[in-house]
């Protein structure tokens, strides 16, 4: 198939080789343009090279080109997957977690939400936003595919700077029901139908359906849960926090204590400071990992001792971005499980100006959200607080406004107080003010 698929950070260690890894696993994608783009020459070189090794030992799969110029990799581009970082991603974090902290705040991780994730959006979503920017001028057909964190505020953000870009953004965080569901209730994966409803790292079990006999699963599942995630608590994962929500709420989080944590004051009551301190230090490990695994292929390479077996992954990663392209190009009208999409009419208890995570179907036009309606009101309740300090996040960075930021803080349930706001940006903006927008 002859299409150009662009890989915006091929250069990441996060999302960059298992996107690649993945299209080396598809049969629909054989014969496309894989462009990889990266601001980072170094990296994209090194990408670059041991794509094209990969692809020779492939029989020459795809047509493999790099470049660190935009416009030229958005060039007649049909699809476009970004997985881009700003900065020295761990050290900014631990700023990130750190410094509001230090006034009271009582965020407990600081990536996605609370005021740390405040500040990773303030980084990332200028940048990102010149880049769908220029990928609706340039190839305003191409299909947009955000992975970078916030993902919530950075898709809000896309939404707002572009007209008529069609993107998504995709999380793996749903792969732990994948993985817990099929074990608690004794079937296959392919047997279950779930709706998960809600923001990023902030979504409800709200429905479950065998896909056969479209039998209700949700009371299996609530005279189940509760029983089996307190059996089988992990720190980082479903814990204290995720089963005292359920218990409170009455629908199931799906994203894990540290994740769920994020957007809710009393998140700190029933997580350890320790375990989040060790989640970002485990999620660098990883990602030194990789990189060890591809700097140590390359190097190889450059000697002529490179591996039969490569660098790559033996089986596809289970991240959803190319599957979803197939889908795409095949009209299969799959149903996918999770994915971040404009609101625009489907869950109607919600701002309609928000992206929320929920199910969809792909089929050649693209990907269509599913109609939720309306959803508990006490669910509905929680994730209006969080829509709120998003509008305003993203707000501020688009009008690069002081006022607004500075509001975004103070109305968030972690922070709460208009000098605790003040004192963390201050600080925040004095360590991270090549990275931030000129705030006026």
Request: hydrophobic share 40%.
């Amino acid at each position: 198939m002859d299409k150009k698929i662009v890989l915006v950070g091929a250069g990441s260690t996060s999302f960059g080789p298992a996107t690649i890894n993945d299209l080396f696993f598809s049969e629909v994608l054989t014969g496309s343009t894989i462009t990889l783009h990266d601001i980072d020459k170094v990296k994209l070189e090194m990408m670059y090279e041991l794509c094209v090794k990969e692809n020779e030992m492939r029989n020459n799969k795809f047509n493999i080109e790099r470049t660190t110029v935009r416009a030229d990799a958005f060039k007649d581009a049909n699809f476009i997957i970004s997985s881009i970082e700003v900065g020295a991603r761990f050290p900014l974090w631990r700023q990130d977690r750190e410094i509001p902290r230090k006034y009271g705040s009582t965020q407990i991780l600081g990536e996605c939400g609370g005021p740390g994730g405040t500040f990773h959006a303030f980084r990332i979503i200028p940048p990102i936003v010149d880049i769908v920017q220029d990928a609706e001028k340039i190839c305003p057909n191409a299909f947009f595919i955000n992975f970078s964190n916030p993902m919530s505020r950075v898709c809000l953000a896309i939404k707002r700077s572009t007209q008529n870009l069609k993107f998504i953004g995709l999380c793996h965080q749903i792969g732990f029901f994948n993985l817990y569901l099929p074990r608690m209730l004794k079937m296959p994966l392919v047997d279950l139908k779930m709706t998960v409803v809600g923001l990023n790292h902030f979504g409800f079990l709200l429905g479950l359906e065998n896909w056969n006999t479209r039998k209700d699963l949700l009371p299996q599942f609530h005279s189940k849960a509760l029983d089996y995630f307190s059996k089988r608590q992990h720190r980082f994962i479903f814990s204290t926090l995720t089963l005292e929500v359920y218990k409170k709420f009455g629908y199931f989080p799906h994203s894990g204590d540290n994740h769920l944590g994020e957007y809710l004051q009393f998140g700190k009551e029933f997580t350890k400071e320790q375990d989040m301190i060790d989640w970002i230090d485990r999620t660098e490990e990883f990602g030194e990992a990789i990189f060890y695994r591809i700097s140590r292929g390359y190097k190889r390479l450059k000697k002529n001792k490179y591996s039969k077996k490569g660098v790559l992954l033996g089986a596809p990663s289970g991240e959803r971005a190319i599957p979803i392209i197939e889908e795409i190009l095949t009209d299969k009208k799959k149903y996918e499980s999770s994915v971040n999409i404009p609101n625009e009419g489907l869950i109607d208890n919600l701002p309609q100006d928000l992206v929320i995570e929920g199910p969809a179907i792909v089929d050649k036009d693209g990907v269509h959200g599913i109609k939720i309606g309306k959803i508990p009101k006490n669910i509905a309740a929680l994730l209006r607080i969080e829509a709120t300090i998003q509008d305003l996040c993203v707000e501020a960075v688009l009008k690069k406004s002081k006022e607004y930021a500075i509001a975004a803080l103070a109305v968030d349930p972690n922070v709460g107080s208009f000098k605790m706001a003040d004192n963390i940006f201050n600080e925040m903006y004095s360590l991270q003010k090549e990275f931030l927008p000129q705030f006026k």
